[in-house]
């Protein structure tokens, strides 16, 4: 798995909720990124980040936000969770820009 | 129309057969195209990387850019078992922030 740890691997959360999901790498690579996989859709890009607090938007972020304190931990909030983002997350990361991802075992998140 | 297409599957076939897997897209500035495997309550995992067109062989398996029909194809020789997951393909013009990937075809090998 690329040294990259998901946590929770599962949590079932309540309509208007916070929930932080967090990402968690050992390889010092510099990009790191959050999708979403839903059935008939391809992989989506939430946000992404390009160093330490550098991190910008992609295809999907609204209602999300992220943050990057340290090299090693991408965390992804959703501040009012709503059950359209019930998903599987899954944490990415890349050394360079153009270098294949690597992703970690994905959170699976239920909003009720 | 999706930028990416890729048939969903599922499909079916016996161990050993050659298995083929497609997609299309419709942006000819894509240059880097890429092949994950994904197992299932996993995350895609890397099988295939090319840059541009042509061919790359690895093991059991081949990857075939074909740039002029925007069509790239996964072979997989004497398929096993281990093969039964779902291969999702993933194209590029440059960076990874760019990344378009198709849905994915679920694939099952019969022992």
């Known amino acids: 798995d690329a040294g990259i740890t998901q946590s929770p691997r599962h949590k079932v959360t309540e309509t208007g909720t916070p929930v932080t999901l967090r990402c968690h790498q050992t390889e010092n690579h510099r990009y790191m990124y959050w999708y979403r996989q839903d059935p008939g859709h391809g992989l989506r890009l939430i946000h992404y980040?390009?160093?330490?607090?550098?991190?910008d938007k992609g295809e999907v972020s609204d209602g999300y936000s992220v943050s990057r304190s340290k090299t090693e931990d991408f965390l992804l909030t959703l501040e009012s969770a709503t059950s359209s983002q019930t998903s599987v997350y899954f944490c990415a990361i890349t050394g360079t820009t153009n270098s294949p991802l690597h992703f970690g075992n994905g959170t699976r998140l239920t909003v009720t | 129309q999706k930028e990416v297409e890729q048939d969903p599957g599922p499909l079916s076939v016996p161990e050993g057969a050659i298995v083929s897997l497609n997609c299309t897209y419709s942006?000819?500035?894509?240059?880097?195209f890429m092949w994950y495997r994904q197992y299932s309550r996993k995350g895609p995992e890397l099988l295939m990387y090319?840059?541009s067109s042509g061919n790359k062989e690895d093991g059991r398996f081949t990857a075939q850019v074909d740039k002029s029909s925007k069509y790239i194809s996964l072979f997989i020789r004497d398929s096993q078992p281990s093969d039964s997951a779902t291969y999702l393909c993933?194209?590029?013009?440059?960076?990874?922030?760019?990344?378009?990937w198709g849905a994915g075809t679920k694939l099952i090998i019969k022992p």
């Open positions: 993933a194209m590029s013009v440059g960076s990874n922030y760019q990344l378009i």
């Open positions: 090319t840059y």
């Open positions: 942006n000819s500035a894509f240059q880097y």
């Open positions: 980040s390009y160093g330490v607090k550098d991190t």
